[in-house]
C-alpha cells in the first residue's frame, strides 16, 4: 500500500491495478495501471550491493537527448517510473543478427561521446568489495592473479559506460530500441561494455563475430585485450553471483554462479 501511496503522489492519479513482471533480478518491476494511461515501475530490491544510486542519477542527466534512452516520468534512488511501451521485446525474444548489429551501433555510438561523469565503474575494486564480503572458503581470488593483473596491463577508463548489458536492458518497440537501467554505470573502458555483451548473452561464434565486426567498422579489435575482459566479466559476476546465494540461499544465484564458472574454466574461444 505505501508503494501505491507513493505512485499516486508522483503520478497524481488513482493507481487502478499494479503487476508485478518476471524481470529483474536485483529489481522489482511493475506495470502501473490508470485510467488514462499505463506506466512501468521499479524499485530495488538488493540495495546492499549498490551503496550510491548517484551513478544512474548522473547518467540519467547526461543521456537524456540520446535517442536509445527511454525518459522517465519520475527518478528516485528508490523508484524510476517510466511509460509503459506498448507489445515491447526484450533482447531474448528478439534475437537475431539484425538485432545484434543494430545494439553494437547503439553502443559504438553511446561509447563514442565519451560522457564524462563523477561516478565510477572500477571492476577491480568491485571485485575486491564482493570478494572480501564472501564467506566461502572455496572462493579464493589468488587463483585469478594472473587474470587479474593482466586485465589491470590493460585497463583504460576513460568514459561512461553502461557495465551491465545482460538481455533485459535492451528493450524493443515497433520502431527503436531503448537501452535501460543505468545503476551501474559510471567512468570504465569500453571494451568492458563489449566483453559484458558478449559475456551476459552468451553470445554464440557467429553472434559475436557480426557484434565485433558491426561495432569496429573502421578500426581494429583488440583480440587479446576482449579475451582477457570476457574472463575477468566471467570473474567478477561469478563473485558476485556467490555472494547473493550466500546472502539469499536463491537457486537463480547459484545458476549464474555456476554458469559463469564454467566460462571461467572454459574461457570463450574468439578467433579474429
Known amino acids: 500500500m505505501k508503494l501505491i501511496k507513493k505512485l499516486e503522489k508522483e503520478l497524481n492519479t488513482k493507481v487502478t491495478n499494479l503487476k508485478k513482471t518476471n524481470y529483474g533480478i536485483t529489481n522489482e518491476n511493475f506495470i502501473i495501471e490508470t485510467k488514462a494511461k499505463t506506466y512501468f515501475g521499479r524499485i530495488p530490491k538488493d540495495t546492499f550491493l549498490i551503496k550510491n544510486k548517484n551513478n544512474e542519477k548522473e547518467a540519467i542527466n547526461l543521456l537524456s537527448e540520446e535517442d536509445f534512452f527511454l525518459k522517465p516520468i519520475y527518478y528516485d534512488a528508490n523508484l524510476l517510473i517510466t511509460e509503459y511501451q506498448e507489445n515491447s521485446k526484450t533482447f531474448v525474444s ?149 555472494l547473493l546465494y550466500e546472502r539469499t540461499s536463491q537457486e537463480k544465484y547459484k545458476t549464474i554462479a555456476d554458469e559463469k564458472y564454467r566460462t571461467l574454466k572454459y574461457p570463450r574461444k574468439i578467433i579474429p
Not at 122 to 144: A, G, R, T, V, W
Not at 177 to 189: F, K, P
Not at 212 to 234: G, H, P, T
Open 94 to 242: 528478439n534475437r537475431n543478427l539484425s538485432s545484434i548489429i543494430k545494439i553494437s551501433k547503439i553502443l559504438r555510438n553511446f561509447h563514442s561521446k565519451k560522457f564524462q561523469t563523477k561516478a565510477v565503474f572500477n571492476p577491480i575494486e568491485i571485485l575486491e568489495k564482493y570478494s572480501y564480503q564472501l564467506q566461502n572458503s572455496n572462493f579464493d581470488i589468488e587463483e585469478y592473479k594472473e587474470l587479474i593483473d593482466t586485465f589491470i596491463e590493460l585497463y583504460s577508463p576513460d568514459r561512461l559506460c553502461h557495465n551491465d548489458l545482460k538481455e533485459g536492458n535492451f528493450l524493443f518497440t515497433s520502431n527503436k530500441i531503448y537501452l535501460l537501467d543505468y545503476e551501474y554505470s559510471g567512468i570504465n573502458d569500453p571494451y568492458f561494455d563489449i566483453a559484458s555483451f558478449i559475456a551476459e548473452n552468451n553470445l554464440n561464434y557467429q553472434e559475436t563475430i557480426t557484434f565485433l565486426k558491426s561495432y569496429f567498422f573502421d578500426e581494429k579489435c583488440n583480440f587479446r585485450k576482449l579475451s582477457i575482459f570476457l574472463q575477468f566479466n566471467d570473474l567478477l559476476w561469478y563473485t558476485w553471483a556467490c
